[in-house]
């Protein structure tokens, strides 16, 4: 959050075309309002977003999925990926979203975001269960797990759902 407003001013006029976003995912959200604030992010451009299911990003997929109460300046394409998580017996999701359109004037974005009682208590949870994980007792695969299904269920609810889901293929026989 402190670096983004001055990314252009060192980058020149250029905007990004591509955006990984891996940090603290309740902050997606901000970070992605941030980019758009200072029109770093050119039409077209691509912000991958990892772990959005856990601990989970619920607004920033609200955002990028449409799903607000609001409508915004900025309007992305977003597919939602269902993957197995890195070594752990547990889902996750990645958001592949593609920015299809930007405002006709620089600094036209909404300001202020309108976000729903469930969607804040998504938000909500996936803070505490990231407070949790970072905690010294960590937490289980099995509790990974149900915070997972409790965490798609919810936002199920709300119409975010994977729209594609990647599995491993089955190794081959080499002969």
């Known amino acids: 959050k402190d670096v983004i407003p001055h990314l252009g001013s060192h980058r020149g006029s250029s905007p990004f075309a591509f955006v990984f976003m891996d940090q603290k995912g309740s902050r997606f959200h901000e970070d992605l309002a941030l980019l758009e ?6 039409d077209g451009a691509v912000i991958v977003a990892d772990n959005v299911l856990k601990p989970g990003a619920p607004l920033f997929l609200s955002r990028v999925t449409g ?5 915004p300046a ?16 547990a889902d996750d999701w990645m958001s592949v979203s593609v920015l299809r359109r930007r405002p006709a004037e620089q600094g036209s ?5 309108v976000w729903g009682e469930e969607l804040m208590r998504l938000h909500e ?21 149900a915070f ?3 965490m798609r269920d ?6 975010i759902r994977a729209t594609l889901e990647l599995r ?3 190794p081959r026989e080499v002969e």
Request: aromatic content about 8%; glycine content about 6%.
């Open 37 to 42: 604030q200072h029109d770093l992010l050119c």
């Open 67 to 71: 799903q607000r109460n609001v409508r």
């Open 74 to 89: 900025y309007t992305y394409s977003t597919e939602i990926v269902q993957l197995r998580e890195f070594a752990m017996p």
């Open 109 to 113: 974005t909404i300001s202020e975001e």
């Open 125 to 145: 949870a996936s803070n505490r269960m990231r407070a949790k994980a970072m905690g010294p007792s960590g937490v289980t695969f099995a509790e990974w797990a």
């Open 148 to 150: 997972a299904d409790e």
């Open 154 to 159: 919810g936002l199920g609810d709300l119409h």
């Open 168 to 170: 491993p293929a089955a």
